[in-house]
């Protein structure tokens, strides 16, 4: 079963740094285009960014709202995906979900890891 | 990049249709065919319905249809079922690897 599931969501003060994961199975991270795609409450959804897959290139791309803060990466022996956030600021809090890329749409979901910057 | 402009609500009756509107501009909607729209129920994450426009992934039921015009496109439900209440969102590539989402309509079936 294709099957994607985040994990890592905290508690995290303004300043601080967070590594969200995303365990994903039935399928190869390496072969896929993977984003991380954020919710954050009485908003809406936010596109976070992208990892191509390596026979793409392996470009990375990020929102302007989280670009030289967070870092995508994948670890293909583990078939995992993370997101690693720093600098955090209150505004980041969401629901941070990841998800796999076909055609310019997101086809598969995990049901979301939370993540609240607070003091 | 500006959110897609959704509106709030929508709502029908059993066996209705309702449609949603996502208006973009043409650096998004009206220049690439790479709109998705997504529903999602409480305390769930999104599932894809639509993809580039007007194409429904395998086990989406035909009562979901979708098109574009310019820079606004619409989704319909028709047959509203009590399933269907939920909320909608679109999307739409932006260009430079960039995606833009929709600010989302929350569906009642009355």
């Known amino acids: 079963e294709v099957q994607l599931v985040e994990s890592g969501g905290d508690l995290v003060k303004p300043g601080g740094s967070l590594r969200l994961s995303c365990a994903a199975s039935?399928?190869?991270?390496?072969?896929?285009?993977m984003n991380w795609v954020r919710q954050i409450p009485g908003v809406g959804l936010e596109w976070v960014g992208l990892i191509k897959s390596k026979g793409n290139g392996g470009t990375i791309d990020y929102g302007a709202p989280v670009k030289g803060r967070f870092i995508i990466s994948r670890d293909d022996s583990k078939n995992m995906l993370y997101l690693q956030m720093n600098s955090l600021k209150t505004e980041d809090t969401a629901v941070y979900y990841c998800?796999?890329?076909?055609?310019?749409?997101?086809?598969?979901w995990g049901q979301g890891t939370m993540v609240t910057v607070s003091s | 990049q500006s959110a897609l402009t959704q509106p709030p609500s929508a709502s029908g009756s059993p066996g209705q249709s309702v449609t949603i509107s996502c208006t973009g501009t043409s650096s998004d909607v009206g220049g690439y065919n790479y709109v998705s729209w997504y529903q999602q129920h409480p305390g769930k994450g999104p599932k894809l319905i639509i993809s580039?426009?007007?194409k429904r992934p395998s086990g989406v039921p035909e009562r979901f249809s979708a098109c574009k015009s310019g820079n606004t496109a619409s989704l319909t439900v028709s047959g509203l079922q009590s399933d269907d209440e939920a909320d909608y969102f679109c999307?739409?590539?932006?260009?430079?690897?960039?995606?833009?989402f929709g600010t989302g309509t929350k569906v009642t079936v009355l």
């Open positions: 580039e426009v007007s």
């Open positions: 039935g399928f190869s991270v390496n072969d896929a285009w």
């Open positions: 998800t796999t890329e076909l055609s310019g749409a997101l086809d598969m």
């Open positions: 999307s739409s590539y932006a260009g430079n690897n960039i995606y833009v």
